[in-house]
């Protein structure tokens, strides 16, 4: 596949390693005593969708960044590549 | 003589080859299925399973029958279709699948009891009884199976990868592709014409049409010669596009040099190629299908179009008397073909009562082909005419066409699926094509020469958005397609091919309609069509037809199977390229290699690095000598061990140790600076994943290390926390594994060893650089440095790094300087000894199924912080009271060996898993006890000192009494460590 880098360009995907769905991003508050439904839900639910997947990709032999990348799981087709840590901010994510 | 007049080889260049052992001559030009045809041979090998005399039915890659073992030695290749390989002088190939010979095959017995052998008797039978299976059946059918053998011997030849982009890539160099190629190229854009033939021009180099007033061989060779000159054409002949993938991405394989004795020097055998293609143009052609007849698969009988391209561009035909059984006006050109070329046409058997007549042969209209004779070469047919009368008819060829199959393939490698067209009845391209992807030419469905060039041309304009004129293509022939869709014989004796190389015939495909089989893929599998080398190109289309019927639906109602890469088989050699032997994978090397090496150390590959596993020093024979010797030195005296390949990674800013707080589950914010701390890293899961030691060198600088496996994967582990968790946070990470050359120095010496080397300023007596220390010096008088007072061995130790470019020459000052402390290199045995000694967990004991308190290290995880892991490491199950906790083990007879891997059961019970408590994860002998032992984790193990448990290892069949102890075996206190 390729996967055309927001600041790179085209890549070939051979140059990324995948992680998977980008719901990795919100991960939930840290409770000092509960919070193991959230984590739980974090960890093993996924909505698995035979459609659009926003999913994590790490450009390991390149530039080091996370993206996100919408990609059609039944088609392939890439329809938005972002850097996750943009996405990461307009989700709330800070420090 | 069966070569004729013409052709299109090189008549000047006679050439030399042997098949099965016997000398034949051919030309430059020929394949050696059409040299074997001019030599008259048919009979060319024997079928997979009952081991029918077959003879070639085809002019390329969807060959059946002629498969071959070419070359010898080495280069044995076997399962080589004859109608592909380029002839070349001395070229040696030997029929396959028979013994003694092919005209004489024991295992032809095998067709005698054909009634047992249909479809699905493979699982119907052998099945009882079921211990029968390993012992008596399996060997017995591996030795009858197979196609062809292996040399078995290392391949001699390199193959290469490579990788090319075009804005349009072409596949298939016929009609439709030239043209395409032809619009493209003058158009300037970068274009890749791809065909697997060594002579461009596909049909038009097998039939007799005009174009303009030359020939179409003629033609297509101008055409061609016009596109070499371009300099943004690749021309790519002997390369067969093997896949459409994602995104325009192509795979390809280029026979560089099979046409060749032995590659020249320098040059590979093949490349596989990966092609980048904005747009791309489908021009495969199509592929003509037989009808099934009984006994339709006997040597002489091949597809029409073949009879014709065989006598057109190879003037060769293996026969005398030819016969033509068709249900289509194209199956007819052979006759007219074969007529022009003053071979005689015994009969002319149309399936249509109203099909056309060619004058100069006898026409048999309403008529079918209902049996043959002549089982090693056809002899005769039987015809039944259409008065219901039966004629036999002399011949030793009989061209067969059932209508031709665009060559959808590579259309429907994304999922699509073909169309039916009724106007052709076949297949064509389905709508969902892969991306970037159109069709043209006889692979569209659109079968006349004309119209094939026509559409090449405008399907390239349309690729590239193209908006000048089209290009100028000769007048040709533009004959409209004329069939009547005709698929078996019916009411006919006799077992009638669909699959001739999986032997799969119309009644299997009945059998598994009356199993209910019936579905297409379920079809496929169970009686194995479809499925052999060539993918049954020339056979899936007709068993679908015959299905449909015995379902009572239509054709597209029945649908096709899937269609996967490769398009043609490929060689593993082609795919591994030059990642082979040692060059599977690149070696990584460490500092200290050189060194190393000429000291004679013994390498093991750790990941891609390479790491001494030991020193064997003169009189050492045995690596147990070695690895004793290195760790009684280590604890004795000092000494040093290459620790450059653990991961480093450097972590800096205002926010790094609010960072590395939330990486560890232990506490590293208010780490002092000059202060090393181990550090355990959880996944998000709670379990154990990877453990080091982080050095805060500044307040915002630290250094973490990882285990040499995880170096890679706690980078990516770290990025993505720091850019998809708390993106805001001021840290930035960067890996420095390979910028530092490290060693451990350890043992009572190590501290006046490194005097000898850190410059005099800076103090590191016990008081100023106590244990778990850190700081930045200089050695050797000014090289830039960093040195840890941490310790995996437990003695007195440090660990000391240097910029890589130094680490050779740290190595060899530090041996030097060590010489008079008897300074002892060691590897990795010695390391994985000694850590085990002191009871340091490792990667055997981080194997992702852990957690912290399995490790004892429970108090390790914060409850006051975030960090990764942390919640969910709370679970119940993972708290159970039983929970596994690592512990030491040692044999209760000191003399017995333990196996790393073996559980641990209770006394009394039998060893099955009801009574597994637990296992041995890592086991060395300890020379300073002088035993074995172990550590491992044991269901509530640090209750249970003292207990004795056995260790069994099932597969190595032992059984060993154990003592549980604690993990520390030596120096538990850590005294050594701090003085």
Redesign the interface.
Known sequence: ??INHPLLGQR?AQEF?Y?GDAC??D??E???EG??EE??D??YQRENPAGEHRE?W?H?QGD???LVVTRNT?????SKVE???D???ARG??? | MTRISGGLMDRSKELSFSFDGKTFQGFQGDTLASALQANGVRLMGRSFKYHRPRGVISAGSEEPNALVELRSGARKEPNTRATVVELFDGLKANSQNCWPSRKFDALAVNDLLSPFFAAGFYYKTFMWPAKFWEKVYEPIIRHAAGLGTLSLEPDPDVYDKGFLHCDLLVTGAGPAGLAAALTAGRSGARIILADTDFLMGGRLNAERFALGDEAGSAWAAAAVDELASMPNVRLMPRTSILGA?????FSAVESVSDHLAVPAEGKPRQILWRI?AKKNLLCAGAIERPIAFPNNDRPGIMLAGAVRAYANRWAAVAGSKVAVFTNNDDGLRTVTDLLAKGIEVVAVIDTREDGPVVSGAEHFRGAQVINTKGRLGLKSITVRLANGQSRVIACDILGVSGGWNPNVSISSH??GRPDWNEDISAFVPGKDLP?GMSVAGAANGVFSTAMAMNSGAAGAAKALELKSAAIDLPETEDDPVSIKPFWHVKHAKGRAWLDQQNDVTVKDVKLAHQENFRSVEHLKRYTTLGMATDQGKTANVNALAVMAELCDQSIPETGTTIFRPPYVPVALGALAGRSRAKEFHPYRMTPSHKWAEEQGAVFVETGNWLRAQWFPQKGETHWRQSVDREVLATRSSVGVCDVTTLGKIDVQGT?AA?FLNKIYCNGFAKLPVGKVRYGLMLR??GMAMDDGTTARMAENHFVTTTTTANA?SVY?HM??CR???????DVQLISTTESWAQYAVAGPNARKLLRKLVDPEFDISNEAFPFMACGEITVCGGIEARLFRISFSGELAYEIAVPTRYGDGLIRALMDAGKEFDVAPYGTEALGVMRVEKGHAAGNELNGQTTARNLGMARMVS????SIG???S??DGLNEGNAPRLVGFQPVDRAAPLTSGAHLIGKGNPAIAEHDEGYLTSVVYSPNLGHYIGLGFLEDGETRMGETLRAVNLLGKTDIEVEVVSPHFIDPEGGRLRV
């Open positions: 596949m390729i070939d390693t992680l990795l991003i991960r939930p840290w409770q000092p919070g193991l984590f739980t974090y960890a994590l790490f390991e080091r960044s996370w039944l088609t392939h087709e890439i850097l996750a840590t996405v990461a901010r994510r800070h420090k | 993938y994602d995104h325009g991405i980048y994304q999922r991306d926010d609010t998000e899961d890679l990516r990025e993505f850019q998809c968790l708390w993106p805001d946070l409850k006051t912080k975030d942390s919640v969910l709370r679970r």
